[in-house]
Every structure is written in structure tokens, then in C-alpha cells.
T-cell receptor
């Protein structure tokens, strides 16, 4: 059973371009969470999704950021018109349906660098 | 709003020492508390998960305790080794509401164990 898979591991974008980060949860997991780790800061919650639904996006910037978790395929975190301040490590975590109290499993992260 | 604080921010010890990392949280309404390890440029590895009804968990040389009423957890590492050098993160999972599974992280303790 593969763990949480994120790709790409490293992504370089020029200011104004779009960044697409992908997350494939562990097999059997239907809850996906995205977190951002800015340089010299802790991990901050961004968004919580279930299949085809955004449950909580309270940690996601209102502009330029969006997330989806379609019925088929990975969850996508999309950042439009990237700026230098978006440079960070973006982590995805997954958990099984209906198992709120269980352990969170994290991917290796995508390190986004905006130049 | 849940806030998680970790003390100390950094710790340097000689190999073989026993050490304690501290974590405190402001809202005791949690499902569980999880300790993670993060190596530079890497993802998060789960070390121990303590449910809100539990007092402690052990895994090898690691022991984590939880005092939910006082909002405190400690991670005890016995007989430290250079391979234990990493950033240790504490995270609590909120209970209730719509943000099932959302984790709030501390800033981490950077541990260096020198030979």
C-alpha cells in the first residue's frame, strides 16, 4: 500500500505563472488535507476536501488559490499568478473515511520556488 | 482559536542523553495529539499518536505523554543518537465542528544530537 504521493517534488515557476500540485491519497482514504509550510514557519492548514466536496477552506487565501478532489484522480492544489511569497513547501495528508481520530499520513511535499 | 507552542525552539545535546520536548495547546477540545519528525527538505514522519482518552504512548526509545486538562504533552527520547537529529513537530486534532481531522501544528523543536 503506497503512502500519500505528491508530485512534483520540486516545482519552479516564474512570477505570474500557474502552479499545479497533485496529491494522491493512500488507498482507501477519502479525506485529503493540504498544509503550507512557509520558510521559518510552522505548518498551516489550508483546506480539507472529501471526494468532490470542499469541507473547510478557511486556511486558504481567498484569491489565486483553489483546490479540488475529483471523483477520479488526485487532489489538485492550484495557485494562479504565483508571487514570490507563495514559495513554500506544500504538504498533503490523507485519512480514511469516518475515522476522524486516526493517524494522519503525510506525503513528502512539493517545494514550490517562485523566481 | 487553537494555538500550539513548543519549547524549546532548539536543543543541542551530546549523544546518549535522555531529553524531553514540550508541547502546550490552548484548547483542550482535541481528538488526539500527534508527534512528527521532519528531516531537512523531507516530509513528515509520524512518531506517536495519543488519543484524547489516553495518557501516554510508547514506541521504542520514544515515550509521549498527554495531560489534556492542562493542555500539555511531552515527548521523551531515551539514549539519544545522532540519527535522532531532526525537527520534532507536535500537532493537535480539533474535536467537533466541520473541520474533522484538521491539525494545528506547533513551530517545532530543532534537535541536534552530536557524537
Amino acid at each position: 500500500n503506497a503512502g500519500v504521493m505528491q508530485n512534483p517534488r520540486h516545482l519552479v515557476r516564474r512570477r505570474g505563472q500557474e502552479a499545479r500540485l497533485r496529491c494522491s491519497p493512500m488507498k482507501g482514504h477519502s479525506h485529503v488535507y493540504w498544509y503550507r509550510q512557509l520558510p521559518e514557519e510552522g505548518l498551516k492548514f489550508m483546506v480539507y476536501l472529501q471526494k468532490e466536496n470542499i469541507i473547510d477552506e478557511s486556511g486558504m487565501p481567498k484569491e489565486r488559490f483553489s483546490a479540488e478532489f475529483p471523483k477520479e484522480g488526485p487532489s489538485i492544489l492550484r495557485i494562479q499568478q504565483v508571487v514570490r511569497g507563495d514559495s513554500a513547501a506544500y504538504f498533503c495528508a490523507s485519512s480514511p473515511k469516518g475515522a476522524v481520530g486516526t493517524e494522519a499520513f503525510f506525503g513528502q511535499g512539493t517545494r514550490l520556488t517562485v523566481v | 482559536k487553537q494555538e500550539v507552542t513548543q519549547i524549546p525552539a532548539a536543543l543541542s545535546v551530546p549523544e546518549g542523553e535522555n531529553l524531553v520536548l514540550n508541547c502546550s495547546f490552548t484548547d483542550s477540545a482535541i481528538y488526539n495529539l500527534q508527534w512528527f519528525r521532519q528531516d531537512p527538505g523531507k516530509g513528515l514522519t509520524s512518531l506517536l499518536l495519543i488519543q484524547s482518552s489516553q495518557r501516554e504512548q510508547t514506541s521504542g526509545r520514544l515515550n509521549a505523554s498527554l495531560d489534556k486538562s492542562s493542555g500539555r504533552s511531552t515527548l521523551y527520547i531515551a539514549a539519544s543518537q545522532p540519527g535522532d537529529s531532526a525537527t520534532y513537530l507536535c500537532a493537535v486534532k480539533k474535536a467537533g465542528g466541520t473541520s474533522y481531522g484538521k491539525l494545528t501544528f506547533g513551530q517545532g523543536t530543532i534537535l541536534t544530537v552530536h557524537p
